[in-house]
């Protein structure tokens, strides 16, 4: 650049550079959101599973940029309610995240969580966890009801005390099994009787059942009892399936045959599939029941391989039948 100037009376001119710097910005100058919750672990204590408990969450931006909220995820969508109260929290403010924990459902301790998802870019991500212990609102003795159809055992009875002052009597039943029957009554002063029965022609099988007595009161808790029932085939084996390991040296298994029916079968034979296998038959006293060994060896080359047991039997008609057991190897 050429310039002109006076000095002392004398003109000059010349030429001069002039050097300009690049400004270079630090790294951190430019703003970002920072999440922080006060207390991301909330434990409720011992309470009974009456109705719900809630919990507000307080979520802090503590950086220098708007914090988004994105979404907010239950790990329990039957039991757990989330939100927010607003997704944009600027920075140096704070917002709730209201939970609702229904409890009715639930007994023991239990652990449910929230994940939150933001735009914080050294946490993208972060948990809010609720703990503590359910208790029932009712104490069931015995706590389940159980009923062995194969020892003639066709109803029972379960003792209900509540822990609660209830705002009206247990008086409505449901069952989840129509082939139930489950009533309930007043046991003086302040509890309950629950009666199950097993109506005709339950099917065979093991299964489970869950009763609900309720009040005729919204606000009264529910109380859960478990049905637990057996009732076996007239001729029950244990197990159904015999596994054996692909190993080259002897191994035993044994196989119960249990007879339930009121015309029992006397076992005559129990017919291994090759001379790989060896059984022997160890009748009950009273040769109602049987205990069977089953004994193979050189498996070491059957990985995958299935065979049968063939069972044959002499019916109380003097009619000889078989059934058969799989043996796999595994």
């Not at 003086?188 to 009787?193: C, H, S, V």
């Not at 007879?259 to 009950?284: M, N, R, W, Y």
Request: net charge negative; aromatic share 6%.
């Amino acid at each position: 650049m050429n310039l002109v100037f006076k000095g002392g009376g004398r003109l000059f001119t010349g030429r001069v550079a002039i050097c300009c710097s690049l400004l270079v910005v630090p790294s951190g100058v430019f703003g970002a959101p920072r999440a922080e919750v006060d207390q991301a672990l909330w434990n409720f204590g011992a309470v009974t599973n009456q109705a719900e408990v809630t919990h507000q969450f307080v979520i802090r931006n503590s950086g220098d940029a708007p914090l988004e909220i994105s979404r907010v995820l239950s790990s329990c969508n039957a039991c757990l309610r989330a939100g927010m109260e607003k997704t944009n929290i600027p920075p140096g403010g704070e917002a709730v995240l209201q939970s609702r924990l229904d409890l009715r459902l639930l007994s023991g301790a239990i652990s449910r969580s929230i994940l939150v998802d933001c735009n914080d870019p050294q946490k993208p991500s972060f948990p809010l966890e609720l703990s503590g212990l359910v208790v029932s609102a009712y104490q069931i003795i015995p706590a389940d009801i159980s009923l062995d159809l194969a020892q003639g055992q066709t109803a029972a009875t379960a003792e209900i005390s509540p822990r609660l002052t209830l705002h009206a009597d247990l008086s409505r039943v449901f069952c989840d099994d129509t082939n139930l029957e489950a009533t309930v009554a007043p046991k003086p002063p302040i509890g309950f009787f629950l009666t199950v029965r097993v109506k005709e022609n339950h099917p065979r099988g093991n299964t489970v059942a869950r009763v609900t007595v309720r009040s005729a009161e919204s606000n009264d808790a529910p109380c859960l009892v478990n049905v637990f029932i057996h009732h076996p085939p007239d001729l029950e084996l244990i197990p159904e399936r015999l596994n054996f390991q692909p190993r080259s040296e002897a191994q035993t298994r044994i196989l119960w045959l249990k007879q339930h029916g009121a015309a029992p079968v006397t076992l005559l034979d129990a017919v291994p599939p090759s001379d790989k296998f060896h059984c022997e038959i160890d009748p009950d006293p009273a040769g109602l029941n049987y205990r069977i060994y089953v004994t193979a060896w050189q498996q070491e080359t059957m990985t995958g391989q299935t065979n049968v047991l063939t069972l044959k039997f002499r019916d109380s008609m003097n009619q000889d039948k078989s059934i058969t057991v799989p043996m796999a190897v595994e």
